[in-house]
Structures are given as structure tokens and as C-alpha cells.
């Protein structure tokens, strides 16, 4: 494993002096020119390496460096040829840069920069192009990512690629310059950031351009997020990109290619329909790393801590006839079930008991054989499985993984979500695009339970399938591979390569509908366009066609029978004519004005990559007593360098409520409130050894938030009992709630509508979160024939201070 960053022989990072940013974006893509300019302050050469993430959908498409005067740009080649002119280069006293995809995953690239003479500067410009992922509210988001995961490998796959990012004591030693311009079909509506912005700034009348920057001064110490609004976002769109005029007419630089938009609507008659069937199994990453907070403000949750929530609220969301299983994974797993069972209130109950038990020490992140058992078991009939896989993505064995999923794609959808900052892309878009499935990311203060309830929703409604495309008189070959289905909120671009003559008539018009079905309805969209494009605007639209294509090839050569080394150098040959990185391929450059040979070994240098600034996070290993090592995060600063490791564990349980017996003897003896082996880390806190004693923290279970605990009470049918702990969450007691209960209404029938009430009085702003618990308690008053419904929302109402109406309820 190697650390990621450009550090000297003392951890002392080599500051990165600036980040330059610009951003084109056309309609649903964007072009990102990012240089970066730093400088080598000791007295010796060095070979930096540089890791850095990237986007999974994106395409690299330009790398150039600066060296003082001199400006060398990088050729794509293939792989191996690159890099034995890179080591030759550097071996000479040449300056060399080399970029290349990692061999574990497609986000994650290695820039070696060569050998960089003492005192000199130098920038590095790389340019990528990628799709803009559409947002819950119908936006497009751009994301600019700052930080990188560490990604654990596992014990039997070799080599890793990253185990930890360094920032310097000080903060991120470096700051970045932001613009963005924007152009669309339709006009824009509004820009926004999480990040401050200055203000948008439209270019033309139509509003169908703008410009927006970042504020001046922004560090680069968290994702920077564009959230880009147009109108009519699900009209069919069409944009035609010319070919390159120095480029051989009937190649795929050469050509026009068109861009389509996809991005269905669903009426909400489709949208209020749920289905009841379903086997649904919920994988859970219990590694070390899900210890750590979910972001770095005050009040963070732990990242298993908040998937233990949402795994609650998930196992009261489920339809009373589907089956289920949970699943939780490290170096090894384990599953809740032999195989999926059906949803009960019994089972439910041993699934929630198991639920609260859960905890990051599971050692690493090992996924796929998880996975693999999943897939060795028969599916059952009339239940289509549905895979919910939450991690922080710290995998390294992401192709394999990905390449499970694809041959088992017949069988199963993937919805997975990517936890804390700099979640691997590939592998979570890698696990939703193999499979016909969604994926979401959740990071910063973003609640998890919104994201996952929105995916199940996805799961129980209709999809639009049986996508058909007609391209009424065009001559075309498609780039991009044909669409299976796509849920409520997920849209698809179609690449295509126009062909012939019609293209070179400069009023020529061009006409594709799409077709296909949801639910019981067929529906068609229709666009029409201009095959001459008004102005060039480069080759965006070209190059993430020809990776959309590359990509595929990638995916097939990991097919059983594949013919590996045609399509090996069908990938090199459209890497090369497009200039798109591929892994096969890389990106090499040489400066050959300095022939004088290095004297004495290159020094490794690492760039450093930003992290959290005030209150980053180190993960470390630490030997639990009686187990393997457990990973978990001690929080920089309150660790002093003098400080042992003992110690600062001693202080951190000190200044918690545990309740803990130490008892010190010539052989390690533990005493606690709570068996030992079911507290093996509790918080982040291991069982650890001080001399002859072992220590166990135990901590009390601290109160849940009112809605978990409404959540936690919930019958599996539907119902709420009437109970103390209910009332709490009212603000009342078991008696006040008992002494107004309406005539002829059983105490459960007035505990599931008073909750109903409570929901939509106080808890609305949250409503995604709680939808399907709603529409449970609302089926299951149905069955219960209440004869004086409307007196007891009245009632009710009265009682908790609310004004909800009848049919507001669903009653």
C-alpha cells in the first residue's frame, strides 16, 4: 500500500501552490482544463508521483506540462510502450510525465512527473470530459472532487492503491480559481453551489449561456458541486457536434456525432403505484473505515452509525409480502439468514435486533465474495431481487467486482450508495450501470435515509422498459450501448457517428423519436434538429462517445470466450485516433532539452491531496486484544505527538458515560455490564491491552431522535401499538393519550393515527423518509373499518396541537 500526495522522507508535504479550474459545460456534458502549479523546493531532483480521483464516466483526453519555458504535451500510447519510454527518459536526465489509469480502478489516475530539477516550477494542464449526473430535482450536478478515499485491497489481490491522504498540519497548503461556463438547449434557469459563488451571469438574451465563478480565496478542502437548472428538463434534446476538419472523413473524429438526451417523465398515477413483491437484500460494509464521521462539522454521525438508522428504516418501509436478507461484509461477511426470508413481524424483529448490533469491525472491504454468495442462491419466483449495497467505496478490486455484477446482471438490479467524501465513483456507477440499477452518493450533512428511501422507491414502482429509437432517415453507427430500462429520475445519452452526404447540406434536418412503455401505457418522444452545428465546439460530445464505446469494449473483454487481444487493440486503436485515455493505454510526454544524466537515486516525492482542514482524520490500525487488527479513526487533533496510543484511548473513555470494570491481574481478565463478545468496538472504541489489563468501553444507548424512535415502534403490518415510549414522542403520557381516546376505536387504531397525525404535523419537511411507513399505517386503517375516522383526526389533532386535514392522511 502507498500513500497518496507528494510528501518528502519526513511526511512534510511539497506545497502545491495553485488550482486552476475551468469548466464548458454543453447542455448534459462538461470539459474540465485543470492546471495545477507547484513547485520543487529541495536541493535535490525528485520523481513526484501524483494519485488523484476522477470522475468513472469521465474521459481524459489532454495532458501537457510547463517546465520553467518549456512546454511538452503528452501523445496517447499504449500502455506498456509509455512506460518503458518514461523510464528510458527519466534514466537519461530528461524530463518525463507519464499518466495512466490505475490497474484497480478507472477513477483513480497516476501521474509520475519525472524528474524535476531543484528549485525548478512546474504546471501540469490535464483536461477530461464528463456526464453531468441529474439530481432528484431534476438538476444536473457537476463535481469537482478534492478528496480521495483510501481503498482497501484485499489480502490475496497484491499491489493497493492508496491507504491514506496526508494534508499538511497548516491546512491545505494550496488554493483553487473556479469558472464555469454554461450552454444549453433550453434556456437556464439558475446556478447553484454549495461552495460560495459569485453571481450567474447570463451571455445572451435566451439565457441559453451563462458564466459563474467560484468566490475568490476558496480553499479546496471540500468536493466542489455545481447544481445546473434548465427549463423543459424532460423534453427530448438533440445536439450535433461537427467532426475535426483535420481529421479523415468517415472516421469518428472525422464525422458529426449527435448527442441525445433521454429523460423520461412520470406521470404521478404511474408514481403513486407501488409494488408488494420483491427479494430485497441489503449489503452492508462493516470495515474499519465506516467508523469515521460522515463529514467533519459538529454533530457528525459515524458512517455506520448512520447506516444502522437507515437500515432501520428500511426494514419498516417493506411491502408485508416480500422477502429479505442483510448482509455485512469486511475482511470477511456474514449474512442475518441462511437465505432471504419471508417479511414478518418475526422476522423483522430478529433482522431489527441484529441491526443495532452492527459495527465497523469487520477489518477490510471485501465485497466480492459477499456478492458471489448472493449469487449462488436460487431467486424466487415473482420476486425480482434487489441488491442495496452501502460502502465508502474503499475497494480495490473494483473491475472484479464490476465484472460479477455484469454476469449476474439477468438476475438482479443494484441500487448502491456511496458513503463520506470521495467514495469510489467507479465502483458505485459501476455496480447501478452493470446491473440496470441506480446509484447515490451521500456526503456532507446529506441524510441517507432521504437518498435510500428515494432508491426504494425506484425499486417498487414501474420502470420504463422495451426503449425502441428510430432515426428516421439518418446514417449512423451508435456509440454508445443500447438502453435496458431506466427508473423515475435517471436519464440516458445516446452517442452516435452520422454518416454520409446528408450531413454536409447546411440546411439538412434530422429527426429521432423514442419510443417505449411504462406501466401499461406506450410513449413517444420526438426531437428535431440541425445536422450542420451553428458553430465547432470542440469534440466533447465525439470523445465521450468513443469512451462511452471504449468502455463497452473494456466490459467485453472481461467475458468468458472473448476474443481478448482484438478487442485489446480495437480499445488502443480508438484511444489513439480520439486522444481518450483507456487502460490500455497512456499518456506519456518527454521534454528532451536536458540530456545530462541524473547523478544519484531519484527522491519519491507524493503531491499532496486536499482532506478535512481543522479536523481531519488519520486512520490507523489498532490490534483489538483477542481479535485481528480493527481499523479505526483517531481524530488528529487530539492526538499530540507525545501522546501514546494508550493514553489517548484512556482520556477519550474518560470523558464518555461508560460503564466499565478494570481489573488488573497477572493475566488478562475483562468485567463488564455487557458480554464481551458483543462489544467488540463500540463508537470507534477498540478492546485494547494495557499491560496486564484489558479494556472494555461499554456505552449506554443514547436516546434517538423522535422520528427513529416513532420509526423503531412500528408493527410490521403498519399499526403502532399504544405504549410509553410512543407517547414520549408525542410529548405526552401513556394516560393523557389513553383518556382521549374516541369511543369504539381499539388502542392501536388510535396509536397508528395519532402518528400519522405527528408525522405530517412535525415531520413533513422529511417526508420521503417516512412515505412508505405512512403508507403502510394508512392500508392497514383500511382493514380495521373505523367507524368514526373523521372524529378521531379531530381528536387527534386537538391533542398534539396540529391542523392536519382528513385527506391530507390518505385516510
Same mark, same amino acid.
Given at each position: 500500500?502507498?500513500?497518496?500526495?507528494?510528501?518528502?522522507?519526513?511526511?512534510?508535504?511539497?506545497?502545491?501552490?495553485?488550482?486552476?479550474?475551468?469548466?464548458?459545460?454543453?447542455?448534459?456534458?462538461?470539459?474540465?482544463?485543470?492546471?495545477?502549479?507547484?513547485?520543487?523546493?529541495?536541493?535535490?531532483?525528485?520523481?513526484?508521483?501524483?494519485?488523484?480521483?476522477?470522475?468513472?464516466?469521465?474521459?481524459?483526453?489532454?495532458?501537457?506540462?510547463?517546465?520553467?519555458?518549456?512546454?511538452?504535451?503528452?501523445?496517447?500510447?499504449?500502455?506498456?510502450?509509455?512506460?518503458?519510454?518514461?523510464?528510458?527518459?527519466?534514466?537519461?536526465?530528461?524530463?518525463?510525465?507519464?499518466?495512466?489509469?490505475?490497474?484497480?480502478?478507472?477513477?483513480?489516475?497516476?501521474?509520475?512527473?519525472?524528474?524535476?530539477? *531543484?528549485?525548478? /516550477?512546474?504546471?501540469? +494542464?490535464?483536461?477530461? $470530459? =464528463?456526464?453531468? @449526473?441529474?439530481?432528484?430535482?431534476? !438538476? #444536473?450536478?457537476?463535481?469537482?472532487?478534492?478528496?480521495?478515499?483510501?481503498?482497501?485491497? *484485499?489480502?490475496? /489481490?497484491?499491489?493497493? +492503491?492508496?491507504?491514506? $491522504? =496526508?494534508?499538511? @498540519?497548516?491546512?491545505?497548503?494550496? !488554493? #483553487?480559481?473556479?469558472?464555469?461556463?454554461?450552454?444549453?438547449?433550453?434556456?437556464?434557469?439558475?446556478?447553484? /453551489?454549495?461552495?460560495?459563488?459569485?453571481?450567474?451571469?447570463?451571455?445572451?438574451?435566451?439565457?441559453?449561456?451563462?458564466?459563474?465563478?467560484?468566490?475568490?480565496?476558496?480553499?479546496?478542502?471540500?468536493?466542489?458541486?455545481?447544481?445546473?437548472?434548465?427549463?423543459?428538463?424532460?423534453?427530448?434534446?438533440?445536439?450535433?457536434?461537427?467532426?475535426?476538419?483535420?481529421?479523415?472523413?468517415?472516421?469518428?473524429?472525422?464525422?458529426?456525432?449527435?448527442?441525445?438526451?433521454?429523460?423520461?417523465?412520470?406521470?404521478?398515477?404511474?408514481?403513486?403505484?407501488?409494488?408488494?413483491?420483491?427479494?430485497?437484500?441489503?449489503?452492508?460494509?462493516?470495515?474499519?473505515?465506516?467508523?469515521?464521521?460522515?463529514?467533519?462539522?459538529?454533530?457528525?454521525?459515524?458512517?455506520?452509525?448512520?447506516?444502522?438508522?437507515?437500515?432501520?428504516?428500511?426494514?419498516?418501509?417493506?411491502?408485508?409480502?416480500?422477502?429479505?436478507?442483510?448482509?455485512?461484509?469486511?475482511?470477511?461477511?456474514?449474512?442475518?439468514?441462511?437465505?432471504?426470508?419471508?417479511?414478518?413481524?418475526?422476522?423483522?424483529?430478529?433482522?431489527?435486533?441484529?441491526?443495532?448490533?452492527?459495527?465497523?469491525?469487520?477489518?477490510?472491504?471485501?465485497?466480492?465474495?459477499?456478492?458471489?454468495?448472493?449469487?449462488?442462491?436460487?431467486?424466487?419466483?415473482?420476486?425480482?431481487?434487489?441488491?442495496?449495497?452501502?460502502?465508502?467505496?474503499?475497494?480495490?478490486?473494483?473491475?472484479?467486482?464490476?465484472?460479477?455484477?455484469?454476469?449476474?446482471?439477468?438476475?438482479?438490479?443494484?441500487?448502491?450508495?456511496?458513503?463520506?467524501?470521495?467514495?469510489?465513483?467507479?465502483?458505485?456507477?459501476?455496480?447501478?450501470?452493470?446491473?440496470?440499477?441506480?446509484?447515490?452518493?451521500?456526503?456532507?450533512?446529506?441524510?441517507?435515509?432521504?437518498?435510500?428511501?428515494?432508491?426504494?422507491?425506484?425499486?417498487?414502482?414501474?420502470?420504463?422498459?422495451?426503449?425502441?429509437?428510430?432515426?428516421?432517415?439518418?446514417?449512423?453507427?451508435?456509440?454508445?450501448?443500447?438502453?435496458?430500462?431506466?427508473?423515475?429520475?435517471?436519464?440516458?445519452?445516446?452517442?452516435?457517428?452520422?454518416?454520409?452526404?446528408?450531413?454536409?447540406?447546411?440546411?439538412?434536418?434530422?429527426?429521432?423519436?423514442?419510443?417505449?412503455?411504462?406501466?401499461?401505457?406506450?410513449?413517444?418522444?420526438?426531437?428535431?434538429?440541425?445536422?450542420?452545428?451553428?458553430?465547432?465546439?470542440?469534440?466533447?460530445?465525439?470523445?465521450?462517445?468513443?469512451?462511452?464505446?471504449?468502455?463497452?469494449?473494456?466490459?467485453?473483454?472481461?467475458?468468458?470466450?472473448?476474443?481478448?487481444?482484438?478487442?485489446?487493440?480495437?480499445?488502443?486503436?480508438?484511444?489513439?485516433?480520439?486522444?481518450?485515455?483507456?487502460?490500455?493505454?497512456?499518456?506519456?510526454?518527454?521534454?528532451?532539452?536536458?540530456?545530462?544524466?541524473?547523478?544519484?537515486?531519484?527522491?519519491?516525492?507524493?503531491?499532496?491531496?486536499?482532506?478535512?482542514?481543522?479536523?481531519?482524520?488519520?486512520?490507523?490500525?489498532?490490534?483489538?486484544?483477542?481479535?485481528?487488527?480493527?481499523?479505526?479513526?483517531?481524530?488528529?487533533?487530539?492526538?499530540?505527538?507525545?501522546?501514546?496510543?494508550?493514553?489517548?484511548?484512556?482520556?477519550?473513555?474518560?470523558?464518555?458515560?461508560?460503564?466499565?470494570?478494570?481489573?488488573?491481574?497477572?493475566?488478562?481478565?475483562?468485567?463488564?455490564?455487557?458480554?464481551?463478545?458483543?462489544?467488540?468496538?463500540?463508537?470507534?472504541?477498540?478492546?485494547?491491552?494495557?499491560?496486564?489489563?484489558?479494556?472494555?468501553?461499554?456505552?449506554?444507548?443514547?436516546?434517538?431522535?423522535?422520528?427513529?424512535?416513532?420509526?423503531?415502534?412500528?408493527?410490521?403490518?403498519?399499526?403502532?401499538?399504544?405504549?410509553?415510549?410512543?407517547?414520549?414522542?408525542?410529548?405526552?403520557?401513556?394516560?393523557?393519550?389513553?383518556?382521549?381516546?374516541?369511543?369504539?376505536?381499539?388502542?392501536?387504531?388510535?396509536?397508528?393515527?395519532?402518528?400519522?397525525?405527528?408525522?405530517?404535523?412535525?415531520?413533513?419537511?422529511?417526508?420521503?423518509?417516512?412515505?412508505?411507513?405512512?403508507?403502510?399505517?394508512?392500508?392497514?386503517?383500511?382493514?380495521?373499518?373505523?367507524?368514526?375516522?373523521?372524529?378521531?383526526?379531530?381528536?387527534?389533532?386537538?391533542?398534539?396541537?396540529?391542523?392536519?386535514?382528513?385527506?391530507?392522511?390518505?385516510?
Amino acid at each position: 500500500m502507498v500513500n497518496c500526495g507528494l510528501l518528502t522522507n519526513q511526511n512534510v508535504p511539497v506545497p502545491l501552490k495553485h488550482i486552476e479550474v475551468d469548466l464548458q459545460v454543453q447542455g448534459h456534458v462538461a470539459t474540465v482544463t485543470s492546471t495545477l502549479q507547484y513547485i520543487n523546493e529541495e536541493v535535490h531532483p525528485l520523481e513526484a508521483v501524483f494519485v488523484f480521483p476522477m470522475p468513472s464516466g469521465a474521459a481524459l483526453c489532454h495532458f501537457r506540462a510547463k517546465i520553467a519555458d518549456q512546454e511538452i504535451v503528452a501523445e496517447v500510447q499504449e500502455k506498456q510502450e509509455a512506460r518503458e519510454q518514461y523510464d528510458d527518459a527519466v534514466s537519461s536526465g530528461q524530463q518525463a510525465f507519464l499518466l495512466e489509469e490505475s490497474e484497480e480502478s478507472v477513477d483513480v489516475f497516476k501521474m509520475s512527473v519525472g524528474s524535476l530539477p *531543484p528549485g525548478q /516550477s512546474a504546471a501540469v +494542464i490535464f483536461i477530461y $470530459i =464528463t456526464e453531468l @449526473s441529474v439530481q432528484a430535482d431534476h !438538476s #444536473l450536478q457537476f463535481c469537482l472532487p478534492a478528496v480521495l478515499n483510501p481503498r482497501y485491497t *484485499p489480502a490475496a /489481490s497484491g499491489g493497493g +492503491i492508496v491507504s491514506e $491522504i =496526508t494534508s499538511s @498540519s497548516s491546512g491545505i497548503p494550496y !488554493s #483553487l480559481s473556479f469558472t464555469a461556463h454554461v450552454s444549453s438547449p433550453n434556456p437556464i434557469t439558475k446556478v447553484e /453551489s454549495k461552495c460560495p459563488l459569485e453571481p450567474l451571469m447570463f451571455l445572451n438574451t435566451d439565457h441559453t449561456n451563462a458564466k459563474v465563478s467560484l468566490c475568490a480565496g476558496h480553499m479546496f478542502d471540500r468536493d466542489v458541486e455545481l447544481y445546473l437548472y434548465y427549463q423543459n428538463p424532460h423534453q427530448l434534446t438533440a445536439i450535433v457536434e461537427a467532426g475535426s476538419p483535420s481529421a479523415q472523413p468517415g472516421t469518428l473524429l472525422g464525422d458529426p456525432v449527435v448527442m441525445v438526451s433521454f429523460y423520461p417523465e412520470f406521470p404521478e398515477s404511474v408514481m403513486s403505484s407501488m409494488s408488494s413483491c420483491g427479494e430485497f437484500v441489503f449489503v452492508m460494509d462493516r470495515s474499519g473505515s465506516m467508523s469515521c464521521s460522515m463529514h467533519n462539522g459538529q454533530g457528525a454521525q459515524e458512517r455506520i452509525e448512520c447506516a444502522r438508522d437507515t437500515l432501520l428504516l428500511l426494514l419498516k418501509s417493506l411491502p408485508m409480502d416480500c422477502y429479505f436478507n442483510i448482509y455485512g461484509f469486511g475482511s470477511h461477511y456474514e449474512s442475518f439468514f441462511p437465505k432471504s426470508v419471508q417479511y414478518s413481524q418475526d422476522t423483522m424483529e430478529q433482522a431489527v435486533k441484529k441491526v443495532k448490533e452492527m459495527q465497523a469491525d469487520m477489518g477490510g472491504t471485501e465485497i466480492l465474495r459477499p456478492l458471489e454468495n448472493i449469487y449462488k442462491q436460487p431467486c424466487i419466483p415473482n420476486h425480482p431481487r434487489q441488491l442495496f449495497i452501502f460502502t465508502d467505496g474503499e475497494v480495490g478490486n473494483t473491475k472484479d467486482v464490476l465484472h460479477s455484477v455484469k454476469s449476474n446482471a439477468n438476475f438482479h438490479r443494484c441500487f448502491s450508495f456511496g458513503i463520506g467524501e470521495g467514495a469510489s465513483s467507479a465502483l458505485i456507477t459501476g455496480l447501478a450501470e452493470n446491473s440496470s440499477g441506480h446509484a447515490q452518493f451521500i456526503t456532507g450533512n446529506e441524510r441517507m435515509q432521504a437518498k435510500v428511501m428515494q432508491s426504494l422507491r425506484y425499486a417498487l414502482q414501474p420502470a420504463v422498459i422495451d426503449i425502441t429509437e428510430d432515426w428516421t432517415g439518418l446514417s449512423f453507427t451508435r456509440l454508445s450501448p443500447p438502453i435496458n430500462s431506466l427508473f423515475h429520475g435517471q436519464r440516458a445519452l445516446i452517442y452516435a457517428q452520422l454518416k454520409g452526404e446528408e450531413c454536409q447540406k447546411p440546411d439538412a434536418k434530422g429527426k429521432i423519436s423514442v419510443q417505449y412503455h411504462l406501466r401499461d401505457q406506450e410513449v413517444s418522444n420526438i426531437v428535431h434538429f440541425s445536422l450542420k452545428p451553428a458553430e465547432n465546439s470542440g469534440l466533447a460530445i465525439h470523445r465521450l462517445g468513443a469512451r462511452s464505446l471504449i468502455r463497452s469494449l473494456e466490459r467485453d473483454e472481461q467475458d468468458d470466450g472473448a476474443d481478448k487481444e482484438a478487442l485489446k487493440a480495437r480499445v488502443v486503436e480508438l484511444s489513439k485516433q480520439s486522444g481518450v485515455s483507456s487502460s490500455h493505454t497512456a499518456f506519456i510526454a518527454v521534454h528532451k532539452g536536458s540530456r545530462q544524466a541524473v547523478k544519484g537515486p531519484l527522491v519519491k516525492r507524493r503531491i499532496p491531496t486536499p482532506m478535512m482542514m481543522a479536523h481531519s482524520w488519520s486512520c490507523n490500525r489498532i490490534a483489538a486484544s483477542g481479535g485481528p487488527p480493527v481499523r479505526t479513526c483517531i481524530q488528529k487533533s487530539r492526538v499530540a505527538a507525545p501522546m501514546s496510543l494508550s493514553s489517548f484511548w484512556m482520556s477519550k473513555i474518560a470523558r464518555i458515560k461508560t460503564c466499565i470494570r478494570i481489573v488488573a491481574s497477572k493475566r488478562p481478565f475483562v468485567r463488564t455490564c455487557t458480554e464481551r463478545s458483543q462489544l467488540p468496538i463500540l463508537r470507534g472504541l477498540p478492546s485494547f491491552r494495557y499491560k496486564d489489563i484489558d479494556i472494555i468501553p461499554e456505552i449506554s444507548e443514547s436516546p434517538k431522535e423522535p422520528l427513529l424512535q416513532l420509526v423503531s415502534l412500528q408493527k410490521a403490518l403498519g399499526c403502532w401499538e399504544m405504549e410509553s415510549m410512543l407517547a414520549q414522542v408525542f410529548g405526552r403520557t401513556e394516560k393523557e393519550l389513553l383518556e382521549q381516546i374516541p369511543a369504539q376505536v381499539k388502542p392501536d387504531v388510535w396509536a397508528t393515527l395519532l402518528a400519522l397525525i405527528w408525522l405530517h404535523g412535525f415531520k413533513i419537511d422529511v417526508q420521503v423518509e417516512w412515505q412508505f411507513l405512512a403508507m403502510k399505517a394508512v392500508a392497514w386503517i383500511h382493514t380495521q373499518k373505523v367507524v368514526n375516522q373523521s372524529e378521531c383526526v379531530r381528536i387527534g389533532n386537538a391533542l398534539l396541537g396540529c391542523q392536519i386535514k382528513e385527506d391530507a392522511l390518505g385516510l
